[in-house]
C-alpha cells in the first residue's frame, strides 16, 4: 500500500508541476489543484498508513486497545483541504476577471505570436 | 496563560469582523476613523507588550490550555514583539493615507486590511509550524485583495503571478511540514528544535530535504534571488497605501528565515546545525546587487522602489546570513529603518505621481510638480535614507551590519558588494531625482499635495529620524533581542519547560 500511494502522490505531483508551468491559467489552475490533492495525500499519510484503526483511544472499544491511528494528519490535511478549496475558488475568479479584462487567457496577459493567425 | 500574548491577534480579527458587520450602517467617515483608533489599539499593545518582554522572560500562552507539544502555543519573545510594533506603526501610517481616498475602490478595505495585520500578528507570534502555515494563509488571502484593490488589468496581471508563485509556495510549505511530522513526530518549534538533534541517521536526508524546502519557502516570501522576480511587478502596480503596508511582507519572510534558522536549525542541532548560513550569505549578496541593478534600470518610479525593496532584503538577509549577535541586532534595526523608508518612497511616488499629469511616475522629463521644493525635499530625504547616506538612520544600520561583517571570513566579498549596490541605489535614485524635479518644464495643472496627503510621508520620515536620534536604547533593545535568539534553550525552556518537568515526575 505504501507503494501504492508513494506513487499516486508522485504522479500528482509531476502532473501538476508540469500544468502550472504551462502558459495559460486554465492548466495553471488545474495543476495547483492536483499539486494540493498531491500534498493533501503526502500530509494523511505521514501520520503511517494504517487500516481499520480508529483515531481516537477509548477504553470501551476493543479496537483501541490493539492501537490506533494518529489522528493528527487527518485535522492537518482538513485544514488543508479546506484552504485549499478556498485558494483554488479565488484562483479561478481571479483567472476569469484577467480573462475578461487582458482579453486573453495567457498568464502574462498577451497572446501568443500564432493566435492571430 | 498569558492574554497579553494572545491580544495582538485576537484586537485584529475582531476589529476586521467589526468592520465587516457595521458596513452598511456607518458612514465610510465613521469606519475610517473606528480602523485608525483600532490601529492606535493595535500599536499601543504592542507598546505594552515590547516593554514587557524587555524586561521579563519570553511569555508564552497555550490556546485552549493544552500542553506545549500537545497543543498550538504562542509565544512572544523580544524578536515577535519587535516585529509587532514595526508592523502596526507601519499599518498607521498606510492607512493614514489611504484614507485621504485610496479606501473608497472597492468595499472591503478596511475588514481586508484589518485581517492582514491578523495574518502579520499571528504569523509573528505562533510557536507551531503548521499554525505559521494557517497564518501565511490568511496574511496571502488578505493581501491579494489588498493587491486588486482598485481594479485595472496591469494589478489583475500582478495579482495573477503573485497568487499563483504563493499558492505554489504554500505547497511546499504543506510538503515540509508533513515531512517534519513523517520523521520528527511534531510540528511544534520548541519541540522540533528539541528533536531535530538526535535525528536517526536514516531520517537525516529527509530532515535536511524538510529544512530547505521551508528555506525556499521563506525566500519566496522575502523575494531572495532568484525567487524574487514577483515583487516588482506586484508592488508597483497595486495602490499606494497597500505597496506601503507591502513593505512588511518581505520582512516576514525574513523574519521566519531567522526565527527557523536560529531556533531549529541552530548551533545546537547537532548533524543538521547552520542548516541555512550556508545558502543564506551568498544569496543575500547577490541579492544586493541583482536588486541595486534593477533599480537602475527601471523606467518608472514606483518600480525603481520595489527594487530597492529587494536591495534592502538583500542587506538585511545578510546581516541575518553573517549570524553573529552583532550583526543579527544590526539587522533588526536596519528592518525597521529600511520598511518605514520603503513606506514613505511607496507613498511619495504615488504623490509625486498624481502631480505630473499624464507623465505619472514615469522617468521622463514631464511636467513640473505642484509645491516641487516641498515634494522634492522629502523625496531628497526619503532617497538619503534609502541610499544609506549619512546622518540618517539608512547609513546607521549598513555601518552596523558592515562592522558586524568583518569578523566573518567572508567579509571582502560582503563589503565590496554592499558598498557597490549602495553607490548603484545611490545613482539610480539621484538620476530619478533630477530626471524628475530638475528636468520639468511647464505645469501639469495638477491640485498640488495637502499637507493631510504629505502628513504620513512627513510622519514615516520622521520615525527614520528617531530611529537615529535613540539608537543608543533601541540598538540595546535589538541586541538583547538578538542574544535571545542565539541561545534557543531559553525558548525552548519557556515553551516546554512545564512538560518536560510533568514528565520527570
Not at chain 2, 402 to 412: Q, T
Amino acid at each position: 500500500m505504501e507503494a501504492l500511494l508513494a506513487l499516486i502522490v508522485g504522479v500528482l505531483t509531476a502532473c501538476g508541476v508540469y500544468l502550472i508551468l504551462r502558459g495559460r491559467t486554465f492548466p495553471l489552475v488545474l495543476g495547483l489543484t492536483l499539486l494540493s490533492y498531491a500534498v493533501n495525500l503526502f500530509l494523511f499519510a505521514t501520520g503511517r498508513l494504517a487500516i481499520g484503526l480508529p483515531p481516537i483511544i477509548d477504553r470501551n472499544l476493543a479496537e483501541t486497545i490493539g492501537g490506533y491511528t494518529d489522528p493528527l494528519p487527518q485535522a492537518l490535511v482538513l485544514t488543508a483541504i479546506v484552504i485549499g478549496f478556498a485558494m483554488t475558488a479565488f484562483l479561478i475568479m481571479l483567472a476569469l476577471k484577467a480573462r475578461a479584462e487582458l482579453g486573453n487567457d495567457h498568464v502574462d496577459g498577451r497572446p501568443d505570436p500564432g493566435d492571430r493567425a | 496563560m498569558n492574554p497579553l500574548v494572545i491580544a495582538p491577534v485576537l484586537l485584529p480579527l475582531l476589529a476586521g469582523t467589526l468592520l465587516l458587520l457595521l458596513r452598511g450602517t456607518l458612514s465610510l467617515r465613521v469606519r475610517r476613523g473606528l480602523n485608525l483608533t483600532l490601529v492606535t489599539m493595535q500599536i499601543l499593545l504592542a507598546a505594552i507588550l515590547l516593554m514587557t518582554v524587555g524586561e521579563a522572560d519570553i511569555l508564552v500562552h497555550t490556546l485552549g490550555n493544552w500542553p506545549a507539544p500537545y497543543g498550538i502555543v504562542l509565544v512572544a519573545d523580544r524578536l515577535a514583539a519587535w516585529m509587532l510594533l514595526v508592523t502596526a506603526i507601519l499599518a498607521w501610517f498606510a492607512l493614514l493615507f489611504a484614507v485621504r481616498g485610496t479606501d473608497a475602490g472597492s468595499r472591503h478595505f478596511h475588514p481586508l486590511f484589518q485581517l492582514q495585520l491578523f495574518g502579520l500578528n499571528g504569523a509573528f507570534l505562533t510557536g507551531d509550524l503548521f499554525n505559521l502555515f494557517v497564518f501565511f494563509e490568511i496574511l496571502l488571502l488578505a493581501s491579494y485583495g489588498l493587491l486588486l484593490h482598485g481594479g485595472g488589468a496591469r494589478r489583475t496581471r500582478a495579482g495573477l503571478h503573485f497568487v499563483a508563485l504563493n499558492l505554489a509556495g504554500s505547497t511546499l510549505f504543506l510538503f515540509a511540514a508533513g515531512t517534519f511530522y513523517g520523521t520528527l513526530g511534531t510540528l511544534n518549534m520548541a519541540d522540533l528544535a528539541v528533536k531535530v538533534a538526535t535525528t536517526p541517521p536514516e531520517n537525516l536526508g529527509l530532515v535536511r530535504a524538510a529544512g530547505l524546502l521551508l528555506f525556499g519557502v521563506f525566500a519566496l516570501k522575502a523575494a531572495l534571488i532568484p525567487l524574487h522576480l514577483w515583487l516588482p511587478a506586484a508592488y508597483a502596480s497595486t495602490s499606494a497605501p497597500v505597496a506601503a503596508l507591502f513593505a512588511i511582507m518581505t520582512k516576514v519572510g525574513a523574519y521566519c528565515l531567522l526565527r527557523v534558522g536560529t531556533l531549529i536549525f541552530g548551533e545546537d542541532a547537532g548533524p543538521v546545525a547552520n542548516l541555512y548560513t550556508d545558502w543564506l550569505l551568498p544569496l543575500a549578496l547577490i541579492t544586493l546587487i541583482v536588486g541595486a541593478l534593477g533599480a537602475l534600470s527601471a523606467t518608472e518610479l514606483r518600480r525603481q522602489i520595489a527594487y530597492l525593496v529587494v536591495v534592502s532584503v538583500g542587506l538585511l538577509l545578510t546581516a541575518f546570513g553573517l549570524g553573529t549577535s552583532a550583526a543579527i541586532g544590526a539587522g533588526l534595526y536596519y528592518l525597521a529603518h529600511a520598511t518605514f523608508a520603503a513606506a514613505a518612497l511607496f507613498l511619495l511616488a504615488d504623490i509625486i505621481a498624481g502631480g505630473r499629469g499624464t507623465s505619472l511616475d514615469r522617468l521622463t522629463p514631464g511636467p513640473a510638480i505642484p509645491r516641487a521644493g516641498l515634494v522634492g525635499g522629502l523625496f531628497f530625504v526619503a532617497a538619503l535614507l534609502v541610499a544609506g547616506l549619512p546622518p540618517l538612520s539608512g547609513f546607521l544600520g549598513k555601518f552596523l551590519v558592515l562592522k558586524a561583517a568583518l569578523a566573518d571570513p567572508a567579509w571582502p566579498w560582503a563589503m565590496v558588494l554592499v558598498l557597490t549596490s549602495g553607490l548603484l541605489g545611490m545613482i539610480a535614485l539621484t538620476r530619478s531625482g533630477s530626471l524628475l524635479f530638475l528636468r520639468a518644464d511647464g505645469r501639469s495643472g495638477a491640485t498640488p499635495a495637502s499637507a493631510g496627503d504629505l502628513a504620513p510621508v512627513v510622519g514615516l520620515l520622521a520615525l527614520c529620524l528617531a530611529l537615529t536620534i535613540w539608537a543608543g536604547p533601541i540598538l540595546g533593545f535589538v541586541q538583547s533581542a538578538a542574544d535571545q535568539l542565539l541561545r534557543p534553550q531559553i525558548y525552548i525552556q519557556a515553551v516546554l519547560g512545564s512538560t518536560i518537568q510533568t514528565e520527570h515526575r
